[in-house]
Nanobody
């Protein structure tokens, strides 16, 4: 049972990246997914959340209108499309899964991917 996050890289300000979160050993559709990030010297913060069931979606204010979370047509993958990237988006991004309904609380996530580095710099 594991998640693997990928798709990070170096991008100029204003650029775009699409992160992927692929699950193995379980069916991702049955779980809520959260994307989190941690910048150097800062605490981990939630970025976007996608519930199972009704598919409710939430974004942190800092990324609202720029990031889009979605489930892939290929099962067991969730994406985070990031546009209009800013230097302050630089961080290691993680995806995680939970069966909890309280999906905006980090502590409720029990399977975490290994993280993918996103660097926004000119």
């Amino acid at each position: 049972v594991q998640l693997q996050a990928s798709g990070g890289g170096l991008v100029q300000p204003g650029g775009s990246l699409r992160l992927s979160c692929a699950a193995s050993g379980f069916t991702l559709d049955d779980y809520a997914i959260g994307w989190f990030r941690q910048a150097p010297g800062k605490e981990r913060e939630g970025v976007s959340w996608l519930s199972s069931g009704d598919g409710s979606i939430y974004y942190a204010d800092s990324v609202k209108g720029r990031f889009t979370i979605s489930r892939g047509n290929a099962k067991n993958t969730v994406y985070l499309q990031m546009t209009s990237l800013r230097p302050e988006d630089t961080a290691v991004f993680y995806c995680a899964s939970t069966k909890s309904v309280a999906i905006r609380q980090d502590a409720n996530y029990d399977v975490w991917g290994q993280g993918t580095q996103v660097t926004v710099s000119s």
